[in-house]
C-alpha cells in the first residue's frame, strides 16, 4: 500500500553512504520522500501499525549510520520546501536548504540570516541543532515552529518565547519540526551577497574539504573541542581511509572508502584522550544512528 502510494519517491534497501556527507553507512530498509505533512502523518502511521522504527533525515549532514544500515524508515524531507514570503517575513518548510533560503533572501531583499552561509543542511536539521557561529544563532531569527508531534499526530505551533534554545541545541527531540517563520529586515540585494560572500570565504578558510559532518563535537564552554584535540596530539590520526583532519581537530574526514565504524572508533579515540588529559567529557554534535561495536 505504501509503495502504490508513493511511487517514485519509495525506494527499498537504499544505502545510506550515497545519501550522507560522511559518504558511508549502510542500507536503510525503505527511503520515503513525503512532500506534505499529511503523507508524512501516514508514513509515521503505517510504521507504527507494522512496528518498524522510522527517523527523519534532511540532507544527511550531521549523521552517523552503521555500516549495517538501518532496519526502517528513513523519512527524507527534502521534497518539502514550500515557502510564503509577507513582507519580510518567510515561512519554510523543513526541507529547504540552507543555500535555497539564502537565495530567497536575496531574491526578496532580506536581510538577516547570512551567517549561515556554507552551512549544508536543511532548515529543519538547523533548527533541531540551534545551527550559528558563536555570536550569531538561527533561533533569533525565528517567530514561530510549527511541528508534529510523533505520539498523537497533533499539529502545535509554538511561538519562540516558548522554545527551549541553547548552544547546538533546542528543546526539540523526537518531534517532526515542519515548518517555520523567520523575522527579518529589508536590505539592499548587493548587501545581502557581499554578507554571504565573506561568510562563506572564513567558512572555507576555517575548515577542511571532503566527505565529513561538520564538527564532531560540541565545543566544552569555555574551551574549543577542536584545540583540546589537538593538544592530545590527535590530529591526523587515522584508521582505515577516515582521519581527524589536520586543518581543523574537530573535522573527522573521510577518503572515500572509509567505514562508518571507522569513524566511530576515531570518535571513542577523542572522547578517552580529551576525557584523560583534561577531565572533559566531549558531547556529540552530531546524530549516531544504527548499532556500532
Known amino acids: 500500500m505504501i509503495e502504490s502510494l508513493f511511487n517514485e519517491r519509495f525506494l527499498k534497501d537504499f544505502p545510506l553512504s550515497q545519501y550522507t556527507s560522511f559518504r558511508c553507512g549502510g542500507k536503510v530498509k525503505y527511503l520515503i520522500y513525503p512532500e506534505t505533512i499529511d503523507e508524512v502523518k501516514i508514513i509515521i502511521e503505517i510504521s507504527k501499525k507494522y512496528k518498524k522504527d522510522f527517523l527523519f533525515i534532511g540532507k544527511g549532514t550531521n549523521i552517523l549510520v552503521s555500516d549495517n544500515g538501518f532496519d526502517g524508515i ?50 529543519g536539521g538547523a533548527i533541531k541543532n540551534n545551527a550559528g557561529l558563536k555570536t550569531e544563532w538561527i533561533s533569533e531569527k525565528i517567530t514561530y515552529v510549527e511541528y508534529l508531534d510523533v505520539e498523537n499526530l497533533d499539529i502545535i505551533k ?38 554571504i560572500s565573506e561568510y562563506m570565504k572564513e ?73 584523560e588529559k583534561f577531565d572533559i567529557d566531549l558531547e556529540l554534535e552530531i546524530n549516531i544512528i544504527g548499532e556500532f561495536k
Open 158 to 195: 509554538k511561538e519562540r518565547k516558548d522554545i527551549y534554545f541553547y548552544y547546538r541545541r533546542s528543546g526539540f527531540r523526537n518531534e517532526f519540526i515542519w515548518k517555520v517563520e523567520f523575522l527579518l529586515e529589508k536590505e539592499k540585494q548587493i548587501e545581502i551577497k557581499k554578507r
Open 74 to 123: 528513513a523519512i527524507s524531507t527534502l521534497k518539502m520546501k514550500k515557502t510564503t514570503i509577507k513582507e519580510n517575513k518567510i515561512i519554510g518548510e523543513c526541507g529547504l536548504e540552507i543555500s535555497e533560503i539564502l537565495n530567497i533572501c536575496i531574491k526578496n531583499s532580506l536581510t538577516g540570516l547570512e551567517f549561515l552561509a556554507g552551512i549544508p543542511g536543511t532548515i
Open 203 to 275: 567558512r572555507i578558510r576555517k575548515q577542511p574539504l571532503g566527505y565529513s559532518a561538520g564538527s564532531i563535537f560540541k565545543n566544552p564552554y569555555p574551551y574549543y573541542a577542536g584545540e583540546l584535540i589537538e593538544k592530545c596530539g590527535l590530529k591526523g590520526y587515522k584508521i582505515g581511509d577516515c582521519y581527524i583532519s589536520e586543518k581543523h581537530a574537530n573535522f573527522i574526514i573521510n577518503r572515500g572508502k572509509g567505514k562508518s565504524q571507522d569513524v566511530y572508533n576515531l570518535i571513542k579515540i577523542v572522547k578517552q584522550k580529551v576525557k
